[in-house]
Structures are given as structure tokens and as C-alpha cells.
């Protein structure tokens, strides 16, 4: 098999929160054209690990490089250039269009000299279509669904043109309909563009059916790295949470997948 290349690279970090050591410890290798699944119980250090790698995060000790340089020697719009950060929730304005939120991931590639461009609009167009967004381009975001303002949300981070896509909980909130909808848009993209993406999931079934990789934290650790079918089992979910369970494997659709029963609480 053909060494992958890696574009993230942490190594031996430790990320502290409200005066807090959250996790400390950590190395992880994010590679081109994969589907990682961050997965583990609350306060685990999934979503402060993913903010560390947007650079929202300064790291107390250890490095994260990007591509081999420094993420925090590059410049925030160097960063936004190569990585999209979409939060469990943002505070768009509700007035502003759907079109006009595009326009914010533009800013990235916007300075003094380079004003607005017919470039940028295609790109803009391109996202809507990808999204499936095109008829919303001139509805406010008040006016928009819960999963259309969210489809919304991956589009401006999409806009960014990013090599990496951090999704922080992305169906949280949502109704079944719209999560296999938000589901099938990043698994797309990633087929279609070779999009890599790192995702925080607290649905386990989700984790197993859209990722190719799962790394599992627990207490600030990462307990478990590796391909799904390597490293997903009763046991680990049972270190995990603390849960009886069973893991069985389904056909859907013609594809075999694993699907994850919980069963009840350990020692309960």
C-alpha cells in the first residue's frame, strides 16, 4: 500500500481549557482524502482537540504542523486557505442571504489590492449546487430550516476552498431526515473531490457507516486509532462509555456495515 500523505500532524500536545489541562499527550496524524471520525464520551477533549487543529486553540506544549510548517507560524488566512472550521453552532446573522454568507468564505482570498471577482462567484455557485442550496441563495438565514441553516453553515465553510474540513458534531440538533441529508453532502464531496475530513460524532452509527478511520478519546487520551473495521468493537465502545452492547453487521443498499446496540449500563 502506498504511504498516504499527511497534512496534519500533531504531535505530544496538551490542550488546556478555562485554566484547565483537557488533554494532554496526544499524537495524531490527519492524512489527504480520509474520512476521520473523532469519537468518546463527554469532556472527553474531541471538540478542544478539533479546535487546536483549526488553530482556534493554542496548544500548551507540543506542535500541530500543517503540511510540515507550523500552523501557528502561518498567518490566519493562510490557514483558512487550507482548513474549514465548522462549529457545533455559529452565530450567523438572520438577515443576511444565503448568498451573502457564501461571500464571508471568500475573505480568505480577498486583501487591499483584490476586490471581489467573477472567479469567486462561480466558486459560490459551484457550493449552492454541491449543497444543495441553489433555490435558497436569496432567503435569509431566519428563514431557513434547522438543516437548511445548517447545509448553509457547511457551505460557507466550503466556500474557503480548504483542503481539510473539521466538522464539530454536525448533526447535532438535527432531525433524522436532515443528518442522513448533512451525511450524504460531506460523504459526497469526499468521493467527488477527495475532500478530507475530521469530524467530531457523537452518533456511533453514523461514525462507523460515513468514516474510514475512528480515533476514540476518553479522559483526555486517545484510546483507540485506526481503521473502522480494525479498532470498532463491544469492548471499546464498553471503555468508551461504560455500556453493555452489541455490534452486529447489516446489509444496506448492498453494502455490509456495522450497526452498534446498546444494550444497558455496566454494573447497573
Not at 478539533?50 to 500552523?71: F, H, M, T, V, Y
Request: proline share 3%; glycine share 8%.
Amino acid at each position: 500500500m502506498a504511504e498516504r500523505e499527511t497534512l496534519l500532524l500533531a504531535n505530544k500536545l496538551r490542550l488546556e481549557y478555562g485554566g484547565k489541562v483537557v488533554a494532554d499527550g496526544l499524537d495524531l496524524a490527519i492524512h489527504r482524502a480520509e474520512i476521520t471520525a473523532i469519537i468518546g464520551p463527554n469532556g472527553s477533549g474531541k471538540s478542544t482537540l478539533l479546535k487546536a487543529l483549526a488553530r482556534l486553540l493554542r496548544p500548551g506544549a507540543g506542535s500541530i504542523k500543517l503540511r510540515g510548517k507550523d500552523l501557528w507560524s502561518l498567518s490566519e488566512k493562510e490557514v483558512a486557505q487550507k482548513i474549514a472550521f465548522m462549529p457545533q453552532s455559529a452565530s450567523i446573522p438572520p438577515d443576511l442571504t444565503v448568498a451573502e454568507v457564501l461571500r464571508m468564505g471568500r475573505l480568505p482570498y480577498r486583501s487591499f489590492w483584490r476586490s471581489w471577482q467573477a472567479g469567486d462567484d462561480v466558486i459560490c455557485q459551484k457550493v449552492l449546487q454541491l449543497t444543495g442550496l441553489t433555490a435558497f441563495a436569496q432567503r435569509s438565514m431566519g428563514a431557513l430550516s434547522g438543516g437548511e441553516r445548517q447545509r448553509a453553515r457547511l457551505a460557507l465553510a466550503l466556500a474557503q476552498e480548504p483542503q481539510i474540513l473539521l466538522l464539530d458534531e454536525p448533526t447535532t440538533y438535527l432531525d433524522i431526515r436532515h443528518q442522513l441529508e448533512l451525511m450524504a453532502i460531506v460523504s459526497s464531496l469526499h468521493e467527488k473531490m477527495g475532500l478530507t475530513v475530521v469530524m467530531v460524532l457523537h452518533d456511533l452509527n453514523q461514525a462507523v457507516r460515513y468514516s474510514q478511520r475512528l480515533v476514540a478519546m476518553k479522559a483526555g487520551r486517545i484510546l483507540a486509532d485506526g481503521e473502522v473495521a480494525e479498532v470498532f468493537s463491544c469492548e471499546l465502545v464498553r471503555r468508551l462509555y461504560g455500556v453493555e452492547n452489541e455490534i452486529k453487521t447489516v446489509e444496506v443498499h448492498g453494502q455490509r456495515q456495522q450497526v452498534f446496540f446498546p444494550s444497558a449500563v455496566m454494573g447497573v
